[in-house]
C-alpha cells in the first residue's frame, strides 16, 4: 500500500537558517504530492502540492520538487521566520475514482524556529 | 475565503456512549473526507463520501463508525459505542469535483472517552 516516511523532529533551527525536510514515499503509479502545515491550535492547511514527476510545488517561500526517481518530496526554505513555526505534514494521494481518495500522511515534522 | 467548519471543538464523552460530530463543507464542494490523529501520531484517513454514498474507508473505519450527509450543507461522523481508543483530533475535509485531490480541512473536533 501506500506509505510516507519523514524525518522525526523537532527540528530546531535560528532565524534566516535554510530549511529542508525530509520525505520519501511508496506508492504504485503516479500519486498526487502534498505539503500541509498545522500551526498551533488549528486545523491542517494546504502548503504546496505537485500533481507529477518533476512538478516544483511553491507558496510563502516554500518550495518542493516531485522526484520520482528518488521518490521524494523535500520541502525547502531559504530563509525561515519564526512565524514558521509549526508541524509540517507531507502527504500523498493516489489516483483512484473521482477524487474521492484518502491522503496518506507522513508522521509530521515539528519545526521550531528561535529568534 | 470559504472554509470547512466543525463543530463541537471538543466533546467529552463516556466510554460506551454515542457521539455524533457535524461538519459543513465548503459549499460547492462534492468531495468529503472524515481523518482523526491520535495525539502524537499521524492524521489517518477514516472514509471519503460522494453522490450520497461512501467512496472508500479504511480498516479503522468499522461498524461502529457511519458517515451521513442529512441535508444539503451538514456532513456527520457517527461512533456507536465509543472506547477509550477513540480518543482523538478527527479533521473533516473537502474538495471539489474539479480540484487535483486539493482537500481543504477543518479545524478539528477533539474527542475525549472516558
Known sequence: GNSVTQMEGPVTLSEE????????????????????VQYP???????????????????????ATYRKETTSFHLEKGSVQVSDSAVYFC????????GADGLTFGKGTHLIIQP | EPEVTQTPSHQVTQMGQEVILRCVPISNHLYFYWYRQILGQKV????????????????????QFSVERPDGSNFTLKIRSTKLEDSAM???????????????????????VT
Open chain 1, 17 to 36: 537558517a535554510f530549511l529542508t525536510i525530509n520525505c520519501t514515499y511508496t506508492a504504485t503509479g503516479y500519486p498526487s504530492l502534498f505539503w500541509y
Open chain 2, 90 to 112: 478527527y479533521f473533516c475535509a473537502s474538495s471539489s469535483s474539479t480540484g487535483f485531490y486539493e482537500q481543504y480541512f477543518g479545524p478539528g473536533t477533539r474527542l475525549t
Open chain 1, 91 to 98: 502527504a500523498l494521494s493516489g489516483f483512484g475514482r473521482g
Open chain 1, 41 to 63: 491550535g488549528e486545523g491542517l492547511q494546504l502548503l504546496l502540492k505537485a500533481t507529477k514527476a518533476d512538478d516544483k510545488g511553491s507558496n510563502k517561500g516554500f518550495e
Open chain 2, 44 to 63: 489517518e484517513f477514516l472514509v471519503s463520501f460522494y453522490n450520497n454514498e461512501i467512496s472508500e474507508k479504511s480498516e479503522i473505519f468499522d461498524d
